[in-house]
């Protein structure tokens, strides 16, 4: 069983930035694809960006060029890089890993593994 535990979220301004990481334990065999979701408060989980096993990554429109998703194998650890963030990004952000190929930033139906998310908060 995979678990999936998430850190480096807090409270920053405007276009200031923050690096969320997301230890994962257990194993993966075979391909997966892992992605970053948020969801603000009264609103829909969306995909915020996803890299699969053969590295190729995708990104939400809102954060393109704001936001780089990376891995290391090393450390099984996801890593979120927000860069110039917006009190729009306020919201909870979640890691989680599917075993089906990755669409897009991430549909959060195609996901069976969260983490327990992280708040990240952005001041105007």
């Known amino acids: 069983q995979v678990q999936l535990v998430e850190s480096g979220g807090g409270s920053v301004d405007t276009g200031g930035s923050l690096r969320l990481s997301c230890v994962r334990s257990?194993?993966?065999?075979?391909?997966?694809?892992m992605a970053w979701f948020r969801q603000a408060a009264g609103e829909e989980r969306e995909g915020v960006a996803s890299l699969d096993s053969d590295g190729t990554t995708s990104y939400a429109d809102s954060v393109k060029d704001r936001f780089t998703i990376s891995h290391d194998n090393a450390k099984n650890t996801l890593y979120l890089e927000m860069d110039n963030l917006e009190p729009e990004d306020t919201a909870m952000y979640f890691c989680?890993?599917?075993?089906?190929?990755?669409?897009?930033?991430?549909?959060?139906?195609?996901?069976?593994?969260w983490g327990q998310g992280t708040q990240v908060t952005v001041s105007s």
């Open positions: 989680a890993i599917t075993y089906l190929y990755c669409t897009g930033p991430g549909r959060a139906v195609d996901f069976g593994n």
């Open positions: 257990g194993s993966t065999d075979g391909g997966y694809c």
